[in-house]
Each structure stands twice: as C-alpha cells, then as structure tokens.
C-alpha cells in the first residue's frame, strides 16, 4: 500500500495523462479482509431476514498498489474519473471472493450515485423497510433505522470526511436477480484505504411445485 494520501490536496501536483492514469489503473489490487467484520455479518443477517429467493454478500477489502496517480484523483474526490469502484468490482480479488459476480458486467454513467455517509443508516434502514419478494421486515422503522446506525457507527464511526459511499439499484452482474431488489453499497474508507461493499438481490419467482416435499 501507498504512503500517499487519499485526503490531503497538492495543488502543485500536475493532473496526471492519460497513460498514467491507465497504468495506474493497471496497478492496483485489493485483498479480501479475513474474517468478516462483524458489523458487515450484522447487516447481512438483518437483509437474509428478508430476503429469502435471493442472495446477500459483504466483504471489505484493504486497496493495494495504489500510487500518486490514485491519490491525485481520490483527494479530489474523482474517484469516478480514477475508476476505483469498477476496479474493485471487476478484481479477481472480489470474483475468488463472490463466484459469478464476474458475470455479464456491464457499467454505464448512471450505474453508481454519489452519496454522503451521513446518509449510510437510512440507506440501509430504507433497504431493510422495503424488504424482500415474499417477506416483509418485522420490526418498525425505528428498529431498521437502529440497525442502520449500529452498521454506520461500526464503520464509519464520526469520521464522516472520510467516507465515500456509491450506492446502485441496477443489476450491473449477472449474479444480480435484476427485478426489483437489487442494492449495492461501495463504501470507500479513504483514509485507511479499505472498500466496504454490500450486495442484495431478490426474486419473485415463484418455487416450482415439483420441488414441493
């Protein structure tokens, strides 16, 4: 991992070209963080509460190989200009750590928003509120929005500044269901230079009943 900081502006740095964006790109890898953070298996158990056809993943993976080029646009806050989220989603890190989320990824413009990690618990308390395609969240919206903050103080604590979140409801990888339950969570730690990412998809076909006991 760099010594470079994702925070702290040179504005004598000069923006790097094209060619070193692109080998700097080239350069970065991520490793899976092992065992899983027990805020993450928290917020996941929540959503397998409600989601029952579908899946539901989180890992958080520390960012390695970054360089000056990373930090020129990260302290920035151009993370979409760098890439940084596509690089992580499309690492054989987070393939060996989801099989099949590699599959039929496609990006565009829109796939990712911008959000402030002010707003992490009520995303995750909204998600929870939704629920999934055949159950409902049990408890009131203040018990959503409890484990929301439970997961936002576990992560982010009040290092607000810190955080990046780019969140997404398009089925981006064929591992998503693509019907109407498909969330994603990429939180960015850029100061201790770790990506959070949280993953749910349902469906609402219905079982076969040739499967019936």
Request: negative net charge; charged residues 30%; glycine residues 6%.
């Amino acid at each position: 991992m760099s010594t470079t900081s994702w925070l702290e502006i040179d504005q004598q740095d000069a923006r790097p070209d094209a060619a070193t964006l692109e080998r700097s790109r080239a350069g970065l890898t991520f490793r899976l963080r092992e065992p899983t953070d027990p805020a993450i298996e928290a917020v996941l158990a929540a959503f397998r509460s409600v989601i029952v056809r579908g899946s539901v993943f989180g890992a958080a993976f520390d960012v390695t190989g970054d360089d000056e080029t990373t930090a020129w646009y990260l302290c920035r806050n151009r993370v979409d200009e760098y890439g940084l989220v596509e690089a992580l989603l499309t690492s054989p890190a987070m393939a060996a750590a989801l099989p099949g989320i590699d599959q039929d990824v496609r990006f565009d413009a829109d796939t990712f928003e911008e959000r402030a990690a002010v707003e992490l618990d009520g995303m995750i308390a909204s998600a929870l509120i939704w629920g999934g395609s055949s159950a409902s969240f049990k408890g009131r919206a203040a018990e959503a929005k409890r484990i929301g903050r439970a997961f936002s103080d576990a992560l982010v604590g009040d290092r607000y500044e810190d955080f990046r979140i780019d969140d997404s409801f398009q089925a981006w990888s064929g591992w998503f269901d693509d019907v109407a339950w498909d969330f994603t969570w990429v939180i960015t730690d850029r100061r201790r230079k770790v990506m959070t990412v949280v993953f749910v998809t349902d469906d609402d076909a219905e079982a076969d009943p040739s499967s019936a006991g």
